[in-house]
């Protein structure tokens, strides 16, 4: 059954591919920029692009989550959303607030900004992935608390699943967290240590949750297998994620001044940490093995079968690649640590808001249950273009990666980091074209939404 309040997702989904465009432009343009030094400096310097294209990736999924929430919890709580004009009155304001960010930060020099934006009297700025500007920050959160409003009363007022519980669990995890980020002491090993309580129990901890439940609703809705049996694996794998994933973040504690014991516990529990993302593998094929139905929407099975895979190949096996402190020691913060960020982040988070967004925008554009097989097969090209593109993207940062290892902190003669750059200009200029390739499949899948065909697929 359809709930006319689940339109309000709609908006949400078109920013969040909007700004995942946005994305990957200054993607490009920082990756010309390794080799091309000069590229389009002064206008646009390094720092400002590393700037918007983190900051863009952070805002298009939580526009990402928002929609999927409001699309999903009025279908399993049985009720209409609590307060439709409310999600879209926070939808402009923080699309404001974020377009506003950003033209700050590409039209006003940072500093000029943080004096611009008050940020002496209440300084948060100045720290990797969270350079918003705190009255954004303050914007942030009363969009959190007005989301988290709706979500909630939502969900009370309606059926309680186990798929709406384990999201809204993840969601005010979110925003708890994301308290963290006004937590700004001078002390460096204190800043660090709490800054990753945002960052680490951020995306290896409450957005797993995330993951989960938008994957299990989007496996029920394809696959017609049991409820009972997809939540039963949702308990374990939410179990699995958060006693991993919360003693798991003392393998960023290794060199910024914590305790020795942190070496034992982060590597110990950060090794576990592959654990639920090969559990969701295992549950995403068992459930499209066991389904009982074969749904029209190919596209959005195959985001779905591609998310724990590629989630586990980014987060799992690249994140364990580097993460026993031993091993750490000489891969912490080289371009084998950027590989392990571009693969899980895609596998993980991009993959699962583009699952939901699949399965749920041909129905609120009003089709009965996908597009039609014709834009199915533009889409599913455009998944095969930019996960193989992510995967050439990896592994050449991993080739710069093992190399810059060896040059710069493994050899009897260390070189300089601007020297051993130079010597690796090469995978640079790979990486740089995997990304094109990544871009034509991101308007391959722009272009999947405006392909009609002889008919729509029905249910």
Not at 38 to 49: G, K, Q, R, S, T
Not at 81 to 92: E, G, N
Not at 326 to 352: C, R, S
Not at 386 to 391: E, H, K
Request: proline share 4%.
């Amino acid at each position: 059954m359809q709930y006319s309040s689940q339109a309000v997702a709609k908006p949400y989904f078109i920013a969040a591919i909007g700004l995942f465009v946005g994305q990957i432009l200054f993607g490009l343009i920082m990756g010309l920029q390794y080799v091309w030094g000069d590229f389009l400096f002064p206008e646009i310097p390094f720092n400002v692009a590393r700037m918007v294209h983190t900051n863009l990736l952070i805002v298009w999924l939580l526009f990402g989550f928002m929609g999927a929430a409001y699309y999903l919890v009025p279908e399993e709580a049985e009720t209409e959303l609590a307060s439709p004009k409310l999600a879209l009155a926070l939808f402009w304001i923080f699309l404001v607030a974020g377009a506003l960010t950003i033209l700050g930060y590409l039209l006003v020099p940072y500093s000029g900004l943080a004096k611009l934006t008050g940020n002496d009297l209440f300084p948060t700025m100045g720290r990797e992935f969270l350079e918003q500007p705190t009255i954004t920050k303050i914007g942030i959160v009363i969009v959190a608390l007005g989301f988290l409003y709706n979500i909630t009363m939502t969900i009370l007022k309606g059926r309680k699943t186990v798929i709406s519980l384990v999201l809204l669990i993840g969601l005010w995890g979110l925003a708890v967290f994301f308290l963290f980020a006004f937590f700004n002491p001078a002390n460096l090993v204190l800043d660090k240590f709490y800054w990753w309580w945002v960052v680490h129990l951020w995306v290896e901890g409450v957005w797993e949750l995330i993951l989960g439940s938008i994957l299990a609703f989007v496996l029920i809705k394809t696959t017609g297998v049991d409820r009972e049996i997809i939540e039963k694996w949702l308990y374990v794998i939410i179990a699995m994620t958060l006693i991993t994933g919360i003693v798991g973040t003392g393998h960023h504690y290794y060199w910024i001044g914590t305790p020795e014991y942190w070496q034992w516990l982060g590597s110990i529990f950060s090794a576990l940490e592959p654990i639920p993302f090969f559990m969701m593998v295992i549950f995403a094929f068992n459930m499209v093995n066991q389904r009982r139905r074969e749904h029209p929407n190919k596209a959005a099975v195959l985001w779905a079968l591609g998310t724990p895979v590629m989630a586990f190949l980014g987060a799992g096996v690249w994140g364990f690649m580097h993460t026993l402190s031993p091993v750490n020691y000489y891969t912490h913060g080289t371009q084998i640590t950027a590989a392990h960020g571009h693969m899980a982040f895609y596998g993980a988070y991009v993959m699962v808001v583009l699952a939901i967004i699949s399965y749920a925008m041909p129905i609120l554009r009003g089709r009965a249950a996908a597009n039609s097989p014709r834009a199915q097969v533009w889409e599913m090209w455009s998944f095969w273009l930019m996960t193989i593109s992510i995967v050439f993207i990896t592994l050449f940062l991993t080739g710069a990666g093992i190399l810059q290892v060896w040059l710069q902190r493994v050899s009897e003669n260390p070189e300089p980091f601007m020297v051993v750059q130079e010597k690796i200009a090469l995978f640079y200029w790979m990486r740089e074209v995997a990304g094109v390739f990544f871009l034509v499949g991101l308007v391959v899948y722009l272009i999947s939404f405006f392909i009609g065909g002889e008919e729509e697929a029905t249910a």
